[in-house]
C-alpha cells in the first residue's frame, strides 16, 4: 500500500474548526436577539423543561432536526479517531443532547424565546442522525478516501481553517445586504448599541460623512466598487489557498455558483420567488464585470500578493460599506421581508454577514500561512 492510501490516524483539525464555527452559530441563532435578559424563578426551569409545547408544526420540528444533523457530523469527524463506530455515535450523540440542553436552559431567561422539551429531543433526533452519517463517512472522509487526497494534493500547508472561512462566504450571503457583497456593514450596529447606552440619537456613519449626501449616481458607483472589491478578496482568498496543481479557475466557478445559488435562494425565501435576483442590481453587474477584469490579471501573481491584494479589497469595501448611507430603495424593500419562520436563523445569518470580512482578515494577515510568505 502507498503512502498516499495509508489510513490517517491523527485528528482533523479541519474538522473541528468547523465544529467550532457551526456551535458559534448554533449559539448565536439559540441565543438571538441576546436582549432582555432576567431572571426568572430558577425553581420553575425543571418544570418548563418537562411542558410539552402547545403549538408546535412540523416545520420547526423539521428545522430543529436538520439544523443539528451538521452538528452531529462534525462531532463525529472531531472525534476520530479517539472514538471510532458506535462509541462515537453515542458520544456524539450525548454531546448534542447536552448542546441543546444548555441552549434551552438559556433561552429560560430570555423571554423572546421559547424553552421546550420539544426542541431538545428533535434536536438529539438531528444530533443522532448526523452521527450516524458521520460514521458511515469516516472511512471515506478522514481515512483513505479521494477527498483526503485532493486535500494533500490542492491545498498549501495550513490552510485548513482558512478554507472553513472561505466556506462560509457563500452563507454570508444569505442575510439581505444593501449591496452585494456589501459584507461587514457594523456601524449601524454599534449606533444602535450607542443609542441603548447613551439614550440619544446617534448615527455613527453620520458623524463620519459630515453631513454629505450621495446623488444616484455616487449610489451606483459606491455599490459598483462594494461588490467588485468584495468578490475580487474572496476569490483572492480562494485562489491563495490552492497550489499550481489545483484546478483554480474551476474552484473559483464553483464557488461564486454556490454564492449566487444561497443568494437567489434566500431573497426567494425572505422576498417573494419573483425577486430571487433582485439583488442583481445595475451597480452589481457592474462591479461583477469589474472583478473578472481584476481576476483576470491577480489570478497569475503569486499567492504572497494574492493574500496582500485580497487584505487591500476587503479593507477597501469594509470602508465604503460602513461610510456610505443607507440606499433607500434597499429599506423600502425590507419592509416586505416577511421573517416568519426564519426569525430565529435570521441573528445567526446577520452575524455570519456583519463578521466574516473581519475574520477573513484575520486569517489573511495573521495565519502561519501568511507570516512564512
Given amino acids: 500500500m502507498t503512502p498516499e492510501f495509508e489510513t490517517q490516524t491523527h485528528a482533523s483539525p479541519f474538522a473541528r474548526t468547523c465544529l467550532v464555527a457551526y456551535l458559534v452559530l448554533i449559539v448565536y441563532a439559540s441565543w438571538f436577539p441576546f436582549s432582555g435578559w432576567q431572571i426568572n424563578n430558577l425553581s420553575a426551569l425543571t418544570d418548563v423543561l418537562q411542558q410539552w409545547p402547545r403549538y408546535w408544526g412540523g416545520f420547526d420540528a423539521g428545522v430543529n432536526i436538520v439544523g443539528y444533523i451538521p452538528l452531529g457530523i462534525l462531532l463525529v469527524f472531531s472525534l476520530y479517531p479517539t472514538q471510532r463506530g458506535v462509541l462515537a455515535i453515542c458520544v456524539a450523540a450525548l454531546l448534542g443532547g447536552l448542546i441543546s440542553l ?25 444530533a443522532t442522525i448526523g452521527a450516524l452519517i458521520g460514521v458511515r463517512l469516516s472511512p471515506t472522509v478522514l481515512e483513505k478516501g479521494r477527498l483526503r487526497l485532493l486535500q494533500k494534493q ?11 472561512v472561505l466556506g462560509l462566504w457563500p452563507l454570508a450571503q444569505i442575510y439581505p445586504q444593501a449591496y452585494l457583497f456589501g459584507l461587514g456593514q457594523l ?20 458623524l463620519l460623512r459630515q453631513g454629505i449626501d450621495l446623488s444616484a ?3 451606483l458607483l459606491s455599490e459598483t466598487l462594494i ?19 489545483a484546478p483554480k479557475f474551476a474552484l473559483s466557478i464553483v464557488l461564486l455558483s454556490m454564492t449566487f445559488g444561497v443568494k437567489s435562494l434566500a431573497s426567494a425565501l425572505m422576498f417573494q420567488p419573483e425577486h430571487a435576483f433582485i439583488w442583481l442590481t445595475p451597480g452589481a ?16 501573481a503569486p499567492h504572497q500578493a494574492q493574500r496582500r491584494i485580497a487584505v487591500l479589497l476587503l479593507l477597501l469595501s469594509l470602508c465604503i460599506v460602513n461610510l456610505i448611507p443607507t440606499n433607500p430603495y434597499f429599506a423600502a424593500t425590507l419592509q416586505s421581508w416577511s421573517q416568519g419562520k426564519f426569525l430565529n436563523f435570521y441573528g445567526a445569518a446577520q452575524f455570519l454577514t456583519v463578521m466574516w470580512p473581519f475574520i477573513a482578515l484575520r486569517y489573511l494577515m495573521f495565519s502561519r500561512t501568511a507570516q512564512q510568505s
Fill in 227 to 245: 461588490t467588485a472589491c468584495g468578490c475580487t478578496g474572496a476569490i483572492l482568498l480562494c485562489l491563495s489557498l490552492f497550489n499550481r496543481h
Fill in 154 to 164: 490542492w491545498l498549501r500547508n495550513e490552510s485548513s481553517r482558512q478554507l472553513v
Fill in 187 to 206: 456601524l449601524p450596529i454599534l449606533s444602535t448599541w450607542t443609542e441603548d447606552i447613551l439614550e440619544i440619537d446617534i448615527d455613527l456613519g453620520e
Fill in 102 to 126: 444548555g441552549m434551552e436552559c438559556v433561552q429560560y431567561f430570555l423571554p423572546s424565546r421559547v424553552t421546550s422539551l420539544l426542541d431538545v429531543l428533535t434536536n438529539l433526533s438531528g
Fill in 217 to 219: 449616481e455616487e449610489f
Fill in 285 to 300: 453587474q457592474g462591479g461583477l464585470l469589474i472583478s473578472a477584469i481584476m481576476l483576470y490579471g491577480f489570478s497569475y
